[in-house]
C-alpha cells in the first residue's frame, strides 16, 4: 500500500512490527466483481492534483482535507505537501497547522508515522515557514 | 453535544425558515434568554474527524487581527510564534490535544445510574410494604407440604426429575 501508509484497521495494526515505515500493508479489497481497484498511486496522484489546483478555493481545501481524512489511512506525505502548499496559495496559516495536528491524530497508536512524515516534510515546512504544533507548544493540552 | 448534532442538523434544519431561530433574544421583564445560533448558517465545530470546519472561530477581527491577517499573506517564515499561534487561534478554538482531554463525565454517568438504581430500590421496598396484597395461603408451611405430597402422589417428572428423587419404599428422599 502506501509507503507511510497503514492500514488502521486491527489487522494492520498486528502486523505492524517495524518502526520504520516502509511497510506495505496489504491492498484494500473490495467486493467489486468487476471495478478496477485504484492502486495506492493512482489514489496519491489523484489526491496531488486535487490539490496543486492553482486557484483551489478555501471550500475545496476544506472539503479535500476532511475528504482525506475521513479515509482510513494516513496520506502520503506528497499528498500533505500539496496540501500544505493549497494552504499556502490561500495564505492560510493555521489550516496548514491544522492539517498538520490532523494526520498526527490519525496516526492513533503508531507513533513512528507522525515524525516520519514530519521528516519528509521538512523541507517544504521550511520553504513555506509552516511552524510544527510541537515547534509552537500547542501539541500539549 | 451540540456541536455534534449541529453537523448533522445542518443540512436538515438548512431550508427551514429560520426566522423564529434567528429572532433576536427577547427580554422578559428582567429574564434574559440565551443567545440563539443561526443554524442555517455554516457553524464552527471542533471534531478530530473534521479537521477544517465550515468557518473559522472568530469571525469579527479587531484591527490587530486585521494587521495580522495582512501580513499572513506575506512569507509565514517572517511571522513570530506568538503570531502564528494568535493566527491559530484566530481560525480555531481547540488544539486537538485540547479536543481530546478527557473529562470527568464518566463519573457524572456512573453516579447518576448508581442514585437512580438506589432510589428505585427505596420505591420498590416501598410498594412491597404498602402496595403488594397480603400472600395467599398457599404459601405457608402446611398448604406448601401438603402441595408437596400431592405432587409425589401424582408421580411429577418420575424418571429423572422430582419424584424419582423420593424413595417410595421408605418414604423418605433418596
Redesign the interface.
Known sequence: MFRAVYRLTSAGARSLVRTRPGYAAPVASRCYSHGKVETDEEFDARWVTYFSKPDIDGWELRKGMNTLIGYDLVPEPKVLDSALRACRRLNDLASAIRILEAVKDKAGPHEDIYPYLIQELQPTLAELGISTPEELGIDKS | MLRQTAVHMRGLLARRASAAVTSSSVRMASHEVSETVDMSRPMYYDR???????K?YKDLLTDADKTLKQK??G?????S?EE??A??R???HQ????M??KTSEWKTVLGGIFFFLGFTGLVVWWQRIYVYPPLPKTFEGDSQAMQLKRMLDMRVNPVQGFSAKWDYEKGQWK
Open positions: 478530530v474527524d473534521v479537521p477544517l470546519p465550515d473559522p499572513e499573506k512569507p509565514w517564515s517572517q511571522l510564534k502564528k499561534i493566527l491559530y484566530l481560525m480555531f488544539t486537538y490535544p485540547e481530546k482531554q
